[in-house]
């Protein structure tokens, strides 16, 4: 049995949908795979991913989000990897290792891997790919006093507060599994994009997958997480590069499976978790 690997097109969604839910992950239906395929933000230049096929038969599936983002003045290109599958009998072939290198060829194309077994990291090194991050930073509800910050949450309200790159991405990512927020002073603001999950010690976490102004969000995530938060056992949680410094009054925990991306033209802190599998699936963030 031998495979050959193509870029995957809009015709063979219905089966690759098919592979993941029989085959990678059947508590989630096809119609929640379909999702991946259905982002609002990359309609031009597409790239769903990239599939191995043999004899007409899709045995394997390496899966793109694309989207264009703005960095300073320049547009950039992302791709998140996602669901990456390859039936039992076609593995040991060096088709996951060709389905990387094909993915991450275009030097001019930012990619990033943010959910990651623990038992592929050593293999997602060897391939150029580098330690995005892991650790994140928790902030909890201290109590204590704050004053010129205030927690917009109300659509119209925030998007007439919102600057143009804001209010993009506040539309981007309507009707997806993110609670948007804007953090509002007197002289500036910051949008926040929120993954709300409870995890393994039954801790709801107000997962940060984007800020737009991480000077605000660096000097304020203390008085952030005490207008944010409810009473009860809830932490305000953010990927260490979110941050401009020591990440002042927050506890530090191991990512458990560390983010990885590759890259020749985007900083660290300027790559963030929207725009990803995360809301396009409403999966819980590692």
């Avoid at 002289?187 to 010690?201: A, D, E």
């Avoid at 409810?230 to 990927?239: E, I, M, S």
Wanted: aromatic fraction near 8%; hydrophobic fraction near 40%; charge should be negative.
């Amino acid at each position: 049995m031998t495979a050959t690997l193509r870029r995957a097109e809009i015709r063979d969604i219905d089966t690759i949908c098919s592979l993941l839910h029989t085959h990678m992950n059947p508590d989630f239906s096809q119609e929640r795979w379909r999702r991946l395929f259905a982002a609002p933000w990359c309609a031009d230049s597409p790239d769903i991913g990239i599939v191995a096929e043999d004899g007409g038969r899709i045995v394997g599936f390496h899966g793109h989000v694309c989207s264009y983002r703005t960095i300073g003045t320049r547009r950039e290109r992302f791709v998140n990897f996602t669901s990456w599958y390859i039936l039992q009998e076609y593995r040991g072939q060096g088709l996951g290792r060709a389905m990387l290198e094909m993915a991450t060829a275009d030097p001019d194309v930012t990619c990033t891997v943010i959910s990651l077994s623990p038992k592929r990291v050593e293999f997602f090194k060897t391939l150029g790919l580098q330690v995005l991050d892991s650790e994140r930073l928790l902030w909890r509800k201290a109590g204590h006093e704050f004053e010129n910050l205030e927690i917009i949450r109300e659509p119209d309200t925030m998007i007439a507060k919102a600057n143009p790159d804001e209010v993009k991405v506040l539309k981007d990512h309507q009707g997806l599994a993110v609670t948007p927020v804007l953090v509002s002073t007197r002289c500036t603001q910051c949008l926040l994009l929120l993954s709300i999950t409870k995890k393994g010690n039954d801790t709801t976490y107000y997962d940060v997958l984007y800020r737009s102004n991480p000077g605000l969000f660096t000097d304020r995530a203390p008085d952030i997480a005490q207008a944010l938060l409810p009473d009860g056992d809830c932490v305000l949680a953010a990927d260490r590069r979110f941050v401009e410094n020591d990440g002042a009054e927050a506890e530090v925990e191991t990512i458990a499976s560390p983010r990885f991306y590759k890259t020749a033209r985007v900083k660290p802190r300027n790559v963030d978790l929207a725009y990803s599998e995360i809301p396009l699936l409403d999966l819980k963030l590692d």
